[in-house]
Nanobody, 124 residues
Framework: QVQLVESGGGLVQAGGSLRLSCAAS????????MGWFRQAPGREREFVAA????????HYANSAKGRFTISRDNAKNTAYLQMNSLKPEDTAVYYC?????????????????WGQGTQVTVSS
């Protein structure tokens, strides 16, 4: 079992930045690939970014490329999502997720554990 807790969400103006953190506890953090997803009201949960167990491989949604950066610190059992140049359409609840076996993936069903989410609101 892995427990995930997100933090760092909040209200920011368009063009601003936020850094989300995902603290993991339970099993060995480096056993898992990590992903970030988001869900806006009335919409399906969508992929944002993913990182392999070592951090050597990353994958981004088109909407995140060039603006968001996913990273991890296995010594701190924490994954991060740095979000720059935020837009109102980035407003959503952001979730981190862990996937056994360490390779990146973009579909929610490929992830085994989920956090409770953190709200990100971008004002225009």
């Amino acid at each position: 079992q892995v427990q995930l807790v997100e933090s760092g969400g909040g209200l920011v103006q368009a063009g601003g930045s936020l850094r989300l953190s995902c603290a993991a506890s339970g099993r060995t953090f480096s056993d898992y690939a990590m992903g970030w997803f988001r869900q806006a009201p009335g919409r399906e949960r969508e992929f944002v970014a993913a990182i392999s167990w070592s951090g050597g491989s990353t994958h981004y949604a088109n909407s995140a490329k060039g603006r968001f950066t996913i990273s991890r610190d296995n010594a701190k059992n924490t994954a991060y999502l740095q979000m720059n140049s935020l837009k109102p359409e980035d407003t959503a609840v952001y979730y981190c997720a862990a996937r056994t076996w360490g390779a990146v993936a973009a579909r929610p069903r490929e992830y085994d554990y989920w956090g409770q989410g953190t709200q990100v609101t971008v004002s225009s």
